[in-house]
């Protein structure tokens, strides 16, 4: 089974399974619960249209949180208390195709930061905006955002060092608008999947991903998809293919988001492997140090492309996959 790794929250163990079943009671364990959605920059007009796209990408999990029927009555008050939201951006390999960026270059690194700012700004503003329409999470005083914590308190300040910017929004004074309002309506707001099924229904690019491919076939247990990326035939030259970024700048690009998100981000890495070339212990430290040195919560699939131009996945689906074809992972739901 595939464990998505964006989703970052507090667990406690239970006594027993019985406690499931039962009230909460302080002394009850308590299960993880996030519901995600996405926002497809590419398809955002204007600064106004995406905050408003962000308060309704929280509205609408506000509304299915209250409304879903829970299995565990344990679970229903957690989730109610908690009120957990992980909106995410999909599609970032187009939008910055559309835009003539690059994953690979600082120009492309300043582009990606200011995407992620815009992101949380609006995220945390609407949080706000709905908590004062709703009220605040019962469990508000479990967190850090009474006090007027935001992400960019406790961030790997080395990150700093990846951009050219500044940041761009008046932070301090949603810092005091939290504050004064004593928290916002969500526990989190953030998170960044893999947004596999989504990237075909919403007809963009995976999550934060650069496309592997041109024309993919996306499959899963009862479906195969025929899949290309949006424009392109306009937007062939301006696209960079995920086998030619070195792992070391998307661990850049993925600590730059991160920076701006409460929770984690499924961070896939991809290597060519053709010909005699090896993937030595050394690389492999090199980058698992470099997502410690700059603060990446999570990682998730290591992606290789052999010489024979198969590419090869750690999907527990299927160990390879033929030429131009992508599985999805089960759990991927979104």
């Avoid at 239970?14 to 995600?36: D, M, P, R």
């Avoid at 424009?231 to 661990?251: F, G, H, N, V």
């Amino acid at each position: 089974m595939n464990t998505l790794q964006e989703i970052a929250l507090p667990t406690k163990p239970f006594g027993s399974v019985e406690e499931l079943y039962k009230e909460y009671e302080e002394s009850s364990g308590e299960v993880a619960l996030c519901n995600i959605s996405g926002i497809v920059p590419s398809n955002v007009k204007s600064d106004e249209q995406y905050a408003e796209v962000a308060y309704y990408a929280l509205k609408m999990i506000d509304a299915g949180i209250h409304l879903s029927s829970y299995v565990f009555k344990n679970l229903e008050h957690t989730a109610k208390a908690r009120m957990n939201a992980g909106v995410g951006i999909i599609g970032l390999a187009h939008y910055m195709a559309k835009n003539n960026k690059k994953y690979s270059n600082q120009e492309g690194l300043n582009f990606i930061h200011e995407l992620a700012e815009t992101h949380a700004w609006h995220l945390y503003n609407a949080s706000l905006k709905l908590s004062k329409e709703k009220g605040l999470a019962p469990w508000m005083h479990k967190t850090m955002w009474p006090e007027g914590w935001l992400p960019i308190d406790t961030y790997e300040k080395r990150v700093d060092n990846l951009i050219t910017v500044e940041n761009k929004r008046d932070w301090e004074a949603l810092r005091k608008a939290i504050i004064a309002n004593g928290g916002i309506r969500n526990s989190v707001c953030i998170a960044h999947m893999p947004a596999e099924s989504s990237s075909v229904a919403s007809e963009t690019t995976n999550g934060l991903y650069p496309t592997r491919d041109f024309d993919l076939l996306k499959t899963n247990d009862t479906n195969a998809v025929p899949y290309v990326v949006p424009d392109s035939t306009k937007l062939r030259s301006k696209y960079e293919i995920a086998w030619d970024i070195p792992s070391e700048q998307m661990i850049k690009v993925y600590a730059i988001i991160q920076k701006w998100t409460d929770q984690a981000i499924s961070a896939d890495l991809y290597r060519k492997m053709q010909g005699d070339e090896k993937v030595g212990t050394t690389e492999m430290l090199s980058n698992y140090l470099d997502l410690v040195r700059y603060g990446v919560k999570t990682r998730y699939y290591q992606n290789s492309l052999t010489g024979k131009n198969v590419s090869l996945d750690t999907s527990d689906k299927e160990d390879v996959v033929l030429e131009s074809e992508v599985t999805e992972c089960e759990s991927c739901s979104l």
